[in-house]
């Protein structure tokens, strides 16, 4: 039985970009289902790494993960989104994901409000995340953590 008392949310080091990766390979297995397109070595490879490493050199940019006795079972990355035409300074979640055995457990939840407070903290008046328009269960979850849908994108194959 998961623990959630045991879980830590706390920003990523550069020592750990490895397991970062792991993290984001599992979420890219989930979306396979909603973009035949992804590139399913992408997160294990250099340009993976290369995501990771930007984040620390980044003022703008942030990485929590949350650490259960050392082991990492979630992450979320921030950065800033520039939108020229809208007011407000909007941080972006660039990833999200939490490890399928921790999943509904409230480890998601605690990183978005851990995302919000850095948010704040530095500034900002809006977060955007997108997600795959079939990911049902994503909207849900951003919803459930005060989200609510803004914009959505189309695609077409040429």
């Known amino acids: 039985m998961i623990n959630n008392s045991q879980i830590i949310i706390r920003p990523a080091r550069i020592d750990e970009i490895g397991e970062l ?6 979420a890219f297995v989930d ?8 590139v399913m070595d992408w997160a294990m490879s250099d340009k993976g790494r290369e995501h990771f490493t930007k984040i620390f050199g980044s003022p703008d ?3 929590f993960v949350a650490d259960d006795t050392g082991v990492l079972v979630g992450y ?10 809208r007011k407000s300074r ?9 490890t399928p055995a921790y999943q509904s457990k409230g480890i998601g939840s605690l990183l978005i409000q851990k995302a919000v407070e850095w948010a704040k903290e ?4 809006k977060m955007y995340v997108s997600c795959y328009f079939k ?15 803004i914009d959505l994108g189309l695609e077409r194959d040429l």
């Open 76 to 85: 979320i990355v921030l950065s800033e989104r520039f939108i020229d035409y």
């Open 21 to 26: 990766q792991r993290l984001n390979q599992e």
């Open 122 to 125: 530095k500034g900002y008046q």
């Open 61 to 63: 940019s942030q990485c």
């Open 135 to 149: 990911n049902t269960r994503a909207i849900s979850f951003y919803r459930k953590n005060g989200m609510a849908e």
């Open 90 to 98: 909007c941080v972006e979640i660039n990833d999200v994901g939490v």
């Open 31 to 38: 979306n396979v289902k909603y973009d035949p397109d992804l």
